[in-house]
Every structure is written in structure tokens, then in C-alpha cells.
Nanobody
Framework: QLQLVESGGGLVQPGGSLRLSCAASGFSLDNYVVGWVRQAPGKEREGVSCISSSGGRTNYADSVKGRFTISRDNAKNTVYLQMNSLKPEDTAVYYC???????????????????????WGQGTQVTVSS
């Protein structure tokens, strides 16, 4: 059974940083595109970023470009989201999602398409507030 578990959320002041982790169990992420989606209270889910199975290609929503960095360590079966220069509007529950297998290791989709991925974690809360 595919299982994704997010961690690393918390409370941080504006301008601060957090690193989220998405660990997979029950399957290998090696051939999966993985993405991060967030949902703020009263708002629709927003695709944030995604990464190809090789890690060589990434995509970001305009709202986080230049501040967030997605990466992966396939040996650890884990994908990360480094979030810098956090703003109050980044406050949301962050979910990781996976889609695959894709045997084109450079395939990556748009952030908007992450909401259609088939496997999801339970989410981790990120709160940016002073």
C-alpha cells in the first residue's frame, strides 16, 4: 500500500524558514513525480511545486518561485520542500502527492496538475505569524 508521510511543519515568524519532508513507505518513489500542494482555510488547494523522478526538473507556482526549493533523495525515499522568506499568506496545510510510475525520468507536470495525483499524505500544518 502506497503511503506518504509529511513532517516538518510548525509555527514560524515572517521571513523565517522551514523544511518539509515527505517520506514514502510501501513503495519506491524512484519512478514517481512528486509534488506539494497547500490548502489554506476557506481556499481551494493550490499546487506549489513538483519534481521529476530524476530530480533534474522542477516546477513552481509563481507565488513561491524564488523562495521555495523542492528536492529529493531517492536513496532515502524522501522528497523535501525548503521554504525560505516565509510570508503569512504561506500559512496552510501542506500535502505531498505522488504520481506514477513514469519511466521518463525527466517528466514533470505543472503545479496546477498536482491536485490530480493519485497518492496523498495526511498533511502538515505550516503557520507563519508573528
Amino acid at each position: 500500500q502506497l503511503q506518504l508521510v509529511e513532517s516538518g511543519g510548525g509555527l514560524v515568524q515572517p521571513g523565517g524558514s522551514l523544511r518539509l519532508s515527505c517520506a514514502a513507505s510501501g513503495f519506491s518513489l524512484d519512478n514517481y513525480v512528486v509534488g506539494w500542494v497547500r490548502q489554506a482555510p476557506g481556499k481551494e488547494r493550490e499546487g506549489v511545486s513538483c519534481i521529476s523522478s530524476s530530480g533534474g526538473r522542477t516546477n513552481y507556482a509563481d507565488s513561491v518561485k524564488g523562495r521555495f526549493t523542492i528536492s529529493r533523495d531517492n536513496a532515502k525515499n524522501t522528497v523535501y520542500l525548503q521554504m525560505n522568506s516565509l510570508k503569512p499568506e504561506d500559512t496552510a496545510v501542506y500535502y505531498c502527492a505522488a504520481e506514477g510510475p513514469h519511466y521518463n525520468s525527466d517528466y514533470v507536470t505543472t503545479p496546477q496538475s498536482i491536485t490530480y495525483f493519485g497518492s496523498w499524505g495526511q498533511g502538515t500544518q505550516v503557520t507563519v505569524s508573528s
